[in-house]
C-alpha cells in the first residue's frame, strides 16, 4: 500500500545527480544509521515528533529526499511511525486535490496505513486513528470505533488522547472546567487539554489565559498562536514567542523564524530552519526554500532544487507544482520534456493555478515546448492579472519592450503597459521594470547559473 505515495517519488531518488547530491550518495551510509538511530528512539520514547530524524539526516550530509526516501523505506518495512507519517502525506494530498477523503482510494490507504501502525501499538498512530475513523477517513465515519482507538491511547497515558476523550464524550460542552475527571488533568499540566479550552473559549480574554497556561506547559502550538495575537502591539514578546515554539518544534513556527533570520543576514541559520519546516510537514516552505537554493548554485544543485520542487508538489503545494512543471519544460535539474512541462502548465492554468499563467507567458516568450508567440504571452499575463498576481503588467511591459523571435520590440506599447501598472498602484513599478530591461531576457524562474 505505501508504494503509492513512494511510487510517486522515483523521479526524484533515481535524478541525475548533481553535485550535491553526489555527496550525499557517498554520505548515504552515516546518513541511513543516523536516521535509523534516531528512529529507534522515536519508538522508545512513544513520541511522534520527528525533529531528530529531519536534522541527524541534514547533519549528517542528507537532503529532503533522503529524509523521505528513507522514511518511506521504513514504513515499507513496517516502521510504524513511518507508516504513520506515510498516511498523513498521503492525506494531505487527497485534501489538496479535494478528493473524496471516504472513498478515494489514496484515502482508503492513508487509513490503512495508519490503522497498521495503531494496532502495532503505536501511541500517537491510535490518537490519529481515533481521528480518521471518526471523521470517516478511507471509510464512513464511526464514532464509537474512533472512541474505541482514542480509549487504547488514554490508556498508555497519552495526554493529547486524553484531552479528546473529554472534548469527544462531552465532558467540556457545559462549558464548566471543575469537574474532578477535568481538574485531575489540569493538575497534570495538560496542555492538549488546555488548548482545547482556549479554542471553546473563542476570542475572551480567558482564551489568551488558557493558551499562556498551555504554553507554560509545554506546548508548541500555543506560543505560536500567542506569538501571532501579539504582533502588532508586543513585537519583541512576539518574537521571543516564536522562538519559543520553534525551539519546540512546531513546523509552522520553524518556517516562521527561518525567513526572520534570512531577513537579518543569518542565511545558515534560516536555511536549515526551512529545511526543517519542510521535512516536518510545513509544505509551504518549499517555495521560501527553493529560492535561497536557487541563489546559492555553488551550494545547491539544480538537481535538489528539482527535488524540492516535485516532494513539494507531490504533498499537494500549488506553486510547488507550476515549479515542477516549468522545471520539466526546460530541463531544470531533470531531464527535458518541454511539450509534456507546457501540457501541464496548460492543465494547472485551466485548473485555476494563477501563477501556471506567469509560467506560460514564459514558455510562449522564450518560444519553449511551444512556437514563440508575443500575443499568447501578454494574453497569458493577462490571466494571470485577473487572477491576482502582482505586477503581471509590469511584465506585459517588459515583454513588449525586448521583443521575441517572433514579435520585435515595441517601446510604445511596453510604456502603455507600464503606464496601466501606475494607474494600478503598483508600488515601484518603473525600477521593476528598468531593471527586468537591463536583464535582456525575462524567465519565469532566474536561468540556472553555469
Known amino acids: 500500500m505505501v508504494r503509492l505515495f513512494i511510487a510517486s517519488l522515483s523521479v526524484v531518488i533515481f535524478a541525475p545527480l548533481g553535485v550535491a547530491q553526489q555527496a550525499t550518495v557517498q554520505a548515504a551510509q552515516s546518513v541511513g544509521e543516523a536516521f535509523s538511530a534516531a528512529l529507534n528512539e522515536l519508538l522508545v520514547a512513544q513520541t511522534d515528533d520527528l525533529y531528530p530524524l529531519a536534522l541527524a539526516v541534514l547533519q549528517t ?27 498523513q502525506n498521503i492525506l494531505q494530498a487527497v485534501a489538496a486535490k479535494r478528493a473524496d477523503a471516504a472513498a478515494s482510494p489514496e484515502a482508503v490507504t492513508a487509513r490503512a496505513l495508519m490503522k497498521a501502525a495503531a494496532d502495532a501499538g503505536y501511541v500517537p498512530a491510535q490518537v490519529e486513528m481515533a481521528r480518521y475513523v471518526g471523521i470517516g477517513v478511507g471509510a464512513p465515519a464511526d464514532a464509537s470505533e474512533g472512541l474505541r482507538y482514542l480509549m487504547q491511547a488514554c490508556k498508555e497515558g497519552n495526554a493529547g488522547a486524553r484531552a479528546a476523550y473529554l472534548l469527544l464524550t462531552g465532558r467540556l460542552d457545559a462549558g464548566k472546567f471543575d469537574s474532578p475527571e477535568i481538574a485531575s488533568e489540569l493538575s497534570k499540566n495538560n496542555f492538549y487539554l488546555e488548548e482545547v479550552i482556549a479554542s471553546l473559549c473563542g476570542d475572551s480574554p480567558e482564551a489568551l489565559e488558557w493558551l499562556e497556561k498551555a504554553s507554560a506547559h509545554g506546548s508548541a502550538r500555543a506560543p505560536f498562536l500567542l506569538g ?34 534570512l531577513s537579518s543576514g543569518q542565511e545558515q541559520e534560516g536555511i536549515r530552519c526551512l529545511q526543517l519546516a519542510f521535512m516536518l510537514g510545513y509544505t509551504p516552505a518549499a517555495a521560501t526554500l527553493a529560492a535561497q537554493y536557487i541563489n546559492r548554485p555553488e551550494s545547491y544543485s539544480a538537481e535538489r532544487v528539482y527535488a524540492l520542487y516535485h516532494l513539494a508538489a507531490e504533498l499537494g503545494d500549488s506553486r510547488a507544482a507550476v515549479a515542477r512543471a516549468y ?5 531544470r535539474g531533470c531531464e527535458t520534456a518541454a511539450s509534456q512541462g507546457a501540457e501541464q502548465l496548460e492543465r494547472l492554468a485551466d485548473e485555476g493555478n494563477p501563477y501556471a499563467h506567469v509560467a506560460l507567458a514564459d514558455l510562449y516568450f522564450n518560444g519553449i515546448g511551444v512556437p514563440a508567440d508575443m500575443g499568447k504571452a501578454i494574453n497569458a499575463l493577462g490571466e494571470a492579472d485577473a487572477a491576482g498576481v502582482p505586477n503581471a503588467y509590469v511584465l506585459m511591459a517588459v515583454l513588449t519592450r525586448l521583443g521575441n523571435a517572433a514579435a520585435a520590440p515595441d517601446a510604445r506599447r511596453a510604456e502603455l503597459y507600464l503606464k496601466m501598472s501606475e494607474e494600478r498602484g503598483a508600488a515601484g513599478a518603473r525600477s ?6 537591463k536583464e535582456k531576457s525575462w524567465h519565469f524562474l532566474p536561468p540556472v547559473s553555469k
Open 61 to 87: 550530509g542528507g537532503a529532503e529526499a533522503d529524509f523521505f526516501r528513507l522514511m518511506n523505506q521504513a514504513a515499507e518495512s513496517g516502521n510504524p511511525a513511518a507508516q504513520k507519517w506515510c498516511a
Open 228 to 261: 501571532q495575537l501579539k504582533a502588532q502591539t508586543d513585537a519583541a514578546g512576539s518574537r521571543t514567542l516564536l522562538k519559543l515554539a520553534a525551539e519546540r518544534h512546531l513546523p509552522e513556527a520553524l518556517a516562521t523564524q527561518g525567513s526572520v533570520m
Open 327 to 331: 522545471c520539466q519544460a526546460t530541463g
Open 432 to 437: 521593476l521594470f528598468d531593471a527586468l530591461v
